[in-house]
């Protein structure tokens, strides 16, 4: 759980950090976007900490599912990021990409989903490595895309990926006029609504994940695994 403060807390510095380039992101409404990256940290941490999916309440084996393969979602998104801004190739498929990395979240989702109701056999598990899923990826993925663009701000592969992705069209419809800040409340705007979808995609397909693995193991019989689902003794100490 410390690990995981820590991490919010980075990120909410490495987004604020875009300010010492570009401090003109904070107007028109920008202040609102940076505060969405502080919201989204904030929920990360009070998920984890509080309710029926804290590491206090929920069981360890799902939390290790959910949070093992979203940092492995994660750590390959943050690849994905990084091999743009370096790739002409992988630039000019970044629209096709994107659906990828949409479905392969939602697949990853449904794997920790099934693997935990398996083992555990309860639907509370399964959902309960959906969620974990999604933050973890989600922790793993943000700082990632802000560490790039920082590093690559003044490079010429940043005008490539901007074409690619639209950035010009979207800053043209948006009336504002300095580009850069344009595109740093851009990434304050993902730090909040990419967890948002991840824990709506989670609360989706990682509950119906669960839902059917557990009537296809009533239907059959599956014992499944014996193990206990109850949190474990210090275990929110160790999270």
């Known amino acids: 759980m410390t690990a995981v403060r820590l991490l919010a807390v980075a990120n909410v510095l490495l987004a604020a950090f875009g300010l010492v380039y570009d401090p003109a992101a904070l107007r028109g409404g920008g202040y609102l976007a940076l505060l969405g990256v502080v919201v989204a940290q904030g929920l990360c941490v009070a998920l984890m900490r509080w309710g029926p999916l804290s590491t206090r309440t929920a069981s360890p084996a799902a939390i290790r599912i959910g949070a093992t393969t979203g940092l492995v979602l994660g750590v390959l998104y ?18 096709l990409i994107g659906w990828i990395i949409v479905s392969g979240l939602v697949a990853g ?60 069209d979207d800053f043209a419809r948006s009336g504002m006029t300095d580009i850069r800040a344009f595109v740093l409340q851009d990434f304050w705007g993902a730090g909040f609504f990419h967890l948002l979808a991840g824990l709506v995609i989670a609360g989706i397909f990682g509950t119906s994940a669960a839902l059917a693995v557990r009537a296809v193991q009533r239907l059959t019989g599956s014992t499944g695994s014996r193990q206990d689902p109850r949190p474990q003794a210090g275990y929110a100490d160790q999270a």
Do not use: K, M, N
């Not at 091999?83 to 000019?92: G, M, P």
């Not at 793993?140 to 590093?151: E, F, G, K, R, S």
């Not at 592969?157 to 992705?165: D, G, H, T």
């Open 109 to 168: 989702i449904a794997v920790a989903a099934t693997t935990a109701t398996v083992r555990l056999r309860s639907v509370r598990a399964g959902v309960t490595a959906a969620v974990y899923c999604a933050i973890f990826e989600y922790l793993v993925w943000y700082p990632a895309v802000l560490i790039c663009y920082y590093l690559f701000r003044t490079s010429g592969a940043l005008e490539r990926v901007w074409r690619a992705e639209g950035t010009y």
């Open 78 to 95: 943050g690849a994905e990021v990084l091999a743009e801004y370096l790739s002409a190739a992988i630039t000019d498929a970044s629209v």
